[in-house]
């Protein structure tokens, strides 16, 4: 009997420690394929390959990662990025997505521990917070926060930003796996990424860039993106009304450092001189180039598409005549319209003189001049608004100059841009109200400057790091809900959610505008605008109301400054209901386990007790009875 009990015992706590410590794997299913397979069966298909290349890029031979083409060609007027796809509403879209980028004579791996604490030692320049904790005497006893360390810059993933499609975050895209990693495609490898366009969707601008957290940031710096059209009526409505001239506006930040190699003499630079913007090579390109020149005549409108790419900074657009760009804009600046943002299209153009852009923000702008001459686009006004100083980094600069001239066979409009009307991309039935609205919550992103802690500085958001295996917000499909979105710091900081646009209820900043005339701008906004990345002011506050598709499974929100987001300024959001799992169900039910695992094992180690003790009872009492026995015996 004892030794049964025993075995029971030992058998509830075997299962007990199987159950805390089993850990269930995602599924096998999978996009990954074998780079000899196709991935072809959408309405249009594409062959993106990740590839180091050597290509001209100002006036220096720049070395990196790209986009290339099918055919292995680079496109010779945007050498850096990847070739424009076209989709329209109601198709399918398949990508087949090759990384090639198997060269090893760049930057492969991201900084140490040593390259944290070299830098903390003798910094390059200063941030606006205080540091605070001393710096320990060596880096090994730097707290390392592991999964926000930038890492496996040669491995990468896709994410189409700011189209309403299945969530493609993790493996496998639209996965209800709360363990599913990210999607991580390793040199060698071949993914083949399905997106389904709804019938409804907004057309528009849209782009697509990788998104594998840790090495996001470096190839943006290096030049990987691309643009993606959404095609729709807003070309042929502007063809009626006589606007034909249509260019591409693309600004990008790289982050380079001049090199002395036999192949090439530019590339992307360290990336903590990337994110302290002590880079040396360090522009804002448009298309590529540093001050590209167009042209347009005399009343003729000009349509730009303006792609906002940049992974570091916010930047101005601002139209001045030459000359005259040191002048405040408010005095001197020319008036233009917004006719769309963020790949949706407004019914009525918005008057502006000044648009302040952040990372992953796209434009649809009318220009339009009634005098000939030389007139520049300009970033300026954002020094004094970023946590490093780097002597009021972004520096002011010319983004492009616009040649205008006399000619009389010049198409021009058919009515005033004023009084032009677009087939909007969403109608204002779609609005949200208030009555749809079922829960608000806060989103609050802020930075660490523990110099005992790596990364530094440390990002977060409601006071996390990110971490791939933590969900930390829910939420239904169809619902719709609030975010109050706060920045806790001195600097901008740009917010962006993955498949699912929003609507701006509120911007504001309690910085002085006086002080910082750019805020005017940067908190003029659309009111019930749809965007899927919006500025969050510095000291600032933004109030935004999210309709969730029916598209359901793992994906996040982040800073879109995305050095912050590489570095922990993230969250998991989960739409619908996580697929069971013992390991999940284990880990958030950890404290119940372990008291049932104690209840289990005190009832066992009593009701043994309570067994032992009868059978000494029961052999007491036999033995009492046969000596009793023996006794009467000798007796007679």
């Not at 900084?111 to 320049?125: F, Q, T, V």
């Not at 648009?355 to 220009?367: C, D, K, N, P, W």
């Not at 009872?617 to 007679?636: P, R």
């Amino acid at each position: 009997m004892m030794k049964e009990i025993l075995k029971m015992k030992t058998s509830l706590f075997l299962a007990s420690l199987i159950l805390l410590t089993t850990s269930q794997k995602a599924t096998a299913l999978t996009d990954f394929i074998s780079c000899s397979d196709t991935c072809n069966g959408g309405d249009v298909n594409y062959h993106l390959v990740a590839s180091v290349e050597t290509v001209k890029m100002m006036n220096y031979t720049y070395r990196g990662r790209i986009y290339k083409t099918e055919n292995g060609g680079v496109d010779e007027d945007t050498r850096f990025m990847g070739p424009t796809m076209h989709v329209t509403p109601g198709q399918s879209m398949w990508i087949k997505f090759t990384n090639n980028m198997t060269a090893t004579d760049i930057e492969t791996g991201g900084p140490s521990a040593y390259d944290y604490w070299i830098r903390l030692k003798n910094p390059g320049e200063s941030i606006k917070y205080e540091y605070y904790k001393r710096l320990d005497e060596s880096p090994d006893l730097l707290e390392a926060d592991d999964p926000n360390i930038p890492k496996h810059f040669e491995s990468t993933n896709l994410h189409v930003h700011g189209l309403d499609v299945e969530v493609h975050m993790f493996d496998p895209v639209g996965t209800h796996h709360p363990d599913a990693p990210h999607i991580k495609i390793d040199p060698g490898e071949c993914y083949c990424c399905r997106f389904n366009i709804p019938e409804h969707h907004p057309p528009g601008m849209y782009w697509y860039h990788p998104h594998l957290h840790g090495s996001t940031a470096i190839q943006m710096w290096g030049g990987m993106m691309g643009v993606l059209y959404v095609d729709g009526p807003l070309e042929k409505e502007l063809a009626n009304y006589g606007v034909t001239q249509t260019e591409e506006f693309i600004i990008w930040d790289p982050a380079f450092q001049a090199v002395d190699k036999p192949t090439h003499n530019l590339e992307v630079d360290e990336f903590l001189n990337r994110l302290t913007t002590v880079s040396k090579v360090h522009p804002f390109l448009v298309n590529g180039k540093i001050n590209p020149s167009f042209e347009t005549s005399v009343g003729q409108v000009l349509h730009l598409r303006v792609l906002c790419a940049i992974a570091e900074n916010e930047v101005t657009f601002i139209v001045y005549p030459e000359g005259r760009e040191n002048e405040p804009w408010d005095d001197a600046a020319l008036d233009f319209w917004v006719i769309g943002a963020d790949g949706v299209s407004y019914k009525r153009p918005a008057k502006k003189h000044i648009v302040v852009m952040s990372g992953g923000q796209r434009f649809e702008i009318l220009l339009k001049f009634d005098e000939p001459g030389t007139y520049v686009i300009s970033q300026q006004g954002i020094k004094g608004i970023q946590f490093f100083d780097m002597y009021g980094h972004p520096h002011d600069e010319i983004l492009a100059t616009i040649q205008v001239k006399e000619d009389t066979s010049a198409q021009k409009p058919t009515i005033a841009i004023e009084g032009m009307v677009f087939t909007p991309g969403y109608d204002e039935s779609e609005s949200i109200v208030a009555d749809d609205i079922v829960k608000s919550e806060s989103i609050v992103f802020s930075m660490g400057a523990d110099r005992n802690k790596i990364p530094f500085p440390q990002y977060y958001v409601n006071g996390q790091a990110f971490h791939p295996n933590r969900l930390d917000f829910f939420a239904e499909p169809g619902e719709a809900r609030e975010y109050l979105l706060i920045n806790a710091n001195h600097n901008v900081h740009s917010f962006h959610i993955h498949a699912n646009r929003f609507q701006v209820k509120e911007v504001g900043s309690e910085l002085s505008m006086e002080e910082y005339p750019v805020l005017k701008a940067m908190m003029d906004y659309e009111p019930n605008g749809w965007r899927d990345t919006v500025v969050v002011p510095p000291n600032g506050r933004a109030l935004i109301w999210v309709q969730y598709k029916n598209h359901t499974g793992k994906t996040v929100f982040h800073c879109n400054f995305l050095a912050h987001e590489d570095t922990g300024m993230m969250s998991t959001l989960f739409i619908g209901d996580p697929d069971f799992t013992l390991s999940r169900w284990k880990n958030e039910n950890i404290d119940f386990v372990v008291g049932v695992c104690i209840g289990l094992a005190v009832i066992v180690f009593g009701l043994a007790l309570f067994i032992l003790n009868t059978k000494k009872k029961h052999d007491y009492e036999l033995v009492s009875s046969t000596t009793n026995e023996m006794n009467s015996k000798e007796a007679d």
